[in-house]
């Protein structure tokens, strides 16, 4: 830092730099001087806006837990980047820890949380390694589902379980993304990718499995489809679509 730091002009600005600003990790003297014309634009103070609904939603879901496999990566990564003859990063470091802070979470809960709110889905590779090309390839594992009954809703309580299905990507009787997709095309629901979560569920004691689509900042559409009936064709598949989060 140079002491001198130039405001950045607009309208309009930049989403990042009015998030860095909404977390408190500008220098000081630069936020005193932007906030006050971030607030006096419509849609700049719409963003800030937005983003305080989403830390509020952030801080009311439950805790993910990060999976132990993508923690030890990621503690891994970071222990090389910090080796001796490597230049540190300093000032996104200190930004990302304040705003992680600010947030009241670790940076692998940052990580989880953005790409629920988002729809950011991390690709981990198994590495696992090739069997020899001389020996027999062992026999394939049919994958159980869990032991534990799938969660048992109501119509008008779809949103309590968002938290255990955002830990999921279990397609139950659907089985493939592409079956998925056929389904929500069925209905008249069009979605880029994998869900954000994907779970079998009992909506009032009908077999059904519960997708979570992303709907914009904050907000979670929950779709509940009959894989018995539902397909591209047949609107009928579709239980129950509703949107919960942002207020």
Same mark, same amino acid.
């Given at each position: 830092?140079?002491?001198?730091?130039?405001?950045?002009?607009?309208?309009?600005?930049?989403?990042?730099?009015?998030?860095?600003?909404?977390?408190?990790?500008?220098?000081?003297?630069?936020?005193?001087?932007?906030?006050?014309?971030?607030?006096?634009?419509?849609?700049?103070?719409?963003?800030?806006?937005?983003?305080?609904?989403?830390?509020?939603?952030?801080?009311?879901?439950?805790?993910?837990?990060?999976?132990?496999?993508?923690?030890?990566?990621?503690?891994?990564?970071?222990?090389?980047?910090?080796?001796?003859?490597?230049?540190?990063? /300093?000032?996104?470091?200190?930004?990302?820890?304040?705003?992680?802070?600010?947030? +009241?979470?670790?940076?692998? +809960?940052?990580? /989880?949380?953005?790409?629920?709110?988002?729809?950011?889905?991390?690709? /981990?590779?198994?590495?696992?390694?090739?069997?020899?090309?001389?020996?027999?390839?062992?026999?394939?594992?049919?994958?159980?589902?869990?032991?534990?009954?799938?969660?048992?809703?109501?119509?008008?309580?779809?949103g309590s379980a968002v938290g255990e299905v955002l830990k999921a990507q279990n397609y139950g009787p659907l089985e493939t993304p592409d079956r998925l997709a056929?389904?929500?095309?069925?209905?008249?629901?069009?979605?880029?990718?994998?869900?954000? +979560?994907?779970?079998?569920?009992?909506?009032?004691?009908?077999?059904?499995?519960?997708?979570?689509?992303?709907? +914009?900042?904050?907000?979670?559409?929950?779709?509940?489809?009959?894989?018995?009936?539902?397909?591209?064709?047949?609107?009928?598949?579709?239980?129950?679509?509703?949107? /919960?989060?942002?207020?």
């Open positions: 830092m140079t002491g001198m730091e130039r405001v950045p002009m607009g309208p309009p600005w930049s989403v990042d730099l009015i998030a860095d600003l909404h977390a408190g990790v500008l220098p000081p003297e630069v936020a005193a001087q932007l906030r006050p014309r971030v607030e006096a634009d419509a849609e700049a103070s719409e963003i800030l806006r937005a983003l305080d609904a989403t830390l509020e939603d952030l801080h009311s879901l439950p805790p993910v837990p990060m999976p132990d496999h993508v923690a030890a990566r990621i503690d891994a990564a970071l222990a090389a980047e910090a080796r001796p003859g490597l230049a540190p990063v /300093v000032s996104l470091n200190d930004a990302r820890k304040r705003r992680n802070r600010r947030l +009241g979470m670790g940076g692998a +809960g940052v990580l /989880v949380a953005a790409a629920a709110a988002f729809g950011i889905v991390l690709a /981990v590779s198994p590495g696992a390694q090739q069997p020899p090309a001389n020996d027999a390839a062992p026999p394939a594992q049919t994958s159980k589902p869990s032991a534990a009954p799938p969660l048992a809703l109501k119509r008008d309580e779809l056929g389904c929500l095309k069925g209905g008249g629901i069009t979605s880029s990718g994998n869900p954000l +979560g994907i779970s079998p569920v009992e909506l009032e004691g009908k077999s059904a499995v519960m997708a979570i689509l992303p709907a +914009g900042l904050g907000k979670y559409r929950l779709v509940v489809l009959d894989p018995a009936t539902c397909g591209p064709d047949k609107p009928e598949g579709v239980l129950a679509d509703t949107t /919960v989060g942002q207020r």
